[in-house]
């Protein structure tokens, strides 16, 4: 075929059937040079044999224990997610937290678990974390948030100034406590 359109571009006045031809001889040749390369005959195979090993790797999880997050227990509520997997009333729990638990609650709680807020703050825009700040600090209009978001539990730092709020007021109830987290849940009771 090469040679056919070689000889169409020495005939025709047109100029691009000898252009095609020209480039098909290139490619050729660069084929021949790939082909006839020594040393290199079977390197082809290292990529494949790579992705079929971290496969066989990845498909025995019991004895390969890839991807498997620990996180600190005195900076992420740990414990507290884990009391909250438990609970049998965890697919209606709405919870608020702090942007920065939030990520590690979504992972070890969603689905059943809805998380008011987490660290994609260019996602929820400025009015929905400066709401999140209000309710964290505590503001007057803390529980207006929370009503709107239809929030029915929190789970906050011990010294956080919306638990001190919280433990005071009979609408919340404590339910669970250790050394990094408390959690409220919103009881049936108005203040």
Known sequence: MREWLEYMGSCHPLRWPGKIGASLAELETGLRIITNGHGRKHWHFAPCLTVLGAGLLLSHPGRVRALHAEFDRSRFPVDAATFLSLKESA???????????????????????RVFDD??????????????????????????ILARDRVNAALLPIDSALATVLRERSDW???YQDR????FEKTENSK
Request: no cysteine; hydrophobic share 45%; proline share 7%.
């Open 119 to 144: 660290g994609r703050t260019d996602f929820y825009g400025p009015a929905f974390v400066e709401d999140g700040l209000r309710a964290w600090n505590a503001y007057p209009d803390w529980g207006a």
């Open 173 to 175: 109830k404590l339910v």
């Open 180 to 183: 990094v987290a408390l959690l």
């Open 91 to 113: 697919p209606f729990i709405r919870l608020y937290s702090s942007w920065q638990w939030g990520g590690y609650l979504i992972y070890r709680l969603w689905p059943s678990v």
